[in-house]
């Protein structure tokens, strides 16, 4: 919808390309004022290409997916191009805003944002869808509570992950996805999948299934001193599984089950 409606509004020229490598955006912008509305996967790839270039001129617009502060400031520094994130879904519509490394998201006008006693995000806007299908069709209620676990400044809110994408360990709330991002800065480690095993009846906390795929075979020791340096205050319990790929959706994310 961004990718359509945002250019006829500004007038301007649109590129659709189905194959859009980041080869082809080092070429085809040749300086030119570019806005390119795209997803994380898109500028992650960028960032693997381990070589500056001068994308100063090119505004990225990213959604369906979230990038980390460490990650947009790597881009920033590599390339010296802006970054504005878009936050929603399809039942809430357009949520909030994040511009470059900035960490707190700005809700757009019109959308009032709160939060429950587990940090469980409301919604209230007017971009709510009226209806949603599961099974049959019904009424979105209004409030929509998402499944995203947030922390409040004001008006303004620190997107802490999914709720089935948030670990607790020693008494501290961390996103997989944080782990997954780290485990993949490692120069052998190409994509990273983590799912949180949860059993009410251990006392232990909870358990980590982390999918690497890697150039070289990692071994739990190599991981477990990898997270140790990230996180040298907490113990993390997890499974090591060495695959060949990671399966991804349409829309290039990685399929969580």
Same mark, same amino acid.
């Given at each position: 919808m &961004?990718?359509?409606?945002?250019?006829? /509004?500004?007038?301007?020229?649109?590129?659709?390309k189905?194959e859009?490598?980041?080869?082809?955006l080092l /070429?085809l912008?040749?300086g030119?004022k570019?806005?390119?509305? &795209?997803?994380?996967v898109?500028l992650?790839? @960028?960032?693997?290409?381990? =070589?500056?270039?001068?994308?100063s001129n090119v505004? *990225?617009?990213?959604?369906t997916?979230?990038?980390?502060?460490?990650?947009?400031?790597?881009?920033?520094?590599?390339?010296?191009?802006? +970054?504005?994130?878009?936050?929603?879904s399809?039942? &809430?519509g357009?949520?909030?805003v994040k511009k470059?490394?900035?960490s @707190?998201?700005?809700?757009?006008?019109?959308?009032?944002i709160?939060q429950?006693?587990?940090g469980?995000? +409301?919604?209230?806007?007017p971009?709510l869808?009226?209806?949603?299908?599961?099974?049959k069709?019904?009424l979105t209620?209004?409030?929509?509570m998402t499944t995203?676990?947030?922390e409040?400044?004001?008006d303004? *809110?620190r997107?802490l992950? =999914?709720? $089935?994408?948030?670990?607790?360990?020693?008494g501290? /709330?961390?996103s !997989?996805l944080? +782990? %997954?991002s780290?485990?993949?800065?490692h120069?052998? !480690?190409k994509?990273?999948?983590?799912?949180?095993e949860?059993?009410s009846?251990r006392?232990?906390?909870? &358990?980590l $299934?982390?999918?690497?795929v890697?150039?070289t075979?990692l071994?739990?020791?190599?991981?477990l001193?990898?997270?140790?340096e990230?996180?040298?205050?907490?113990?993390f319990d *997890?499974?090591?599984?060495m !695959?060949?790929?990671? %399966?991804? $959706?349409?829309?290039?994310?990685?399929?969580?089950?």
């Open positions: &961004t990718g359509v409606m945002l250019p006829l /509004r500004l007038g301007c020229e649109v590129l659709f189905e859009y490598l980041p080869q082809d /070429r912008h040749e030119k570019t806005l390119v509305i &795209t997803s994380p898109y992650k790839s @960028l960032l693997r290409l381990r =070589r500056g270039h001068d994308l505004l *990225f617009l990213s959604s997916g979230l990038l980390l502060e460490d990650e947009v400031k790597q881009f920033q520094q590599r390339y010296s191009g802006r +970054i504005i994130q878009l936050f929603g399809t039942e &809430t357009g949520i909030a470059g490394t900035q @707190l998201w700005e809700p757009l006008d019109g959308v009032r709160s429950n006693h587990e469980v995000m +409301i919604v209230n806007s971009y869808s009226t209806h949603l299908f599961e099974e069709v019904f209620p209004r409030p929509y995203d676990i947030i409040k400044e004001g303004s *809110f997107l992950g =999914r709720l $089935n994408e948030i670990v607790k360990i020693s501290k /709330r961390i !997989v944080e +782990i %997954e780290f485990l993949e800065e120069p052998a !480690v994509e990273a999948l983590i799912a949180i949860r059993d009846r006392l232990k906390d909870e &358990t $299934n982390i999918k690497l890697s150039k075979k071994e739990k020791k190599d991981v001193a990898l997270l140790k990230r996180y040298p205050q907490i113990h *997890f499974h090591l599984q !695959v060949e790929g990671i %399966e991804k $959706n349409s829309m290039g994310k990685k399929v969580r089950r």
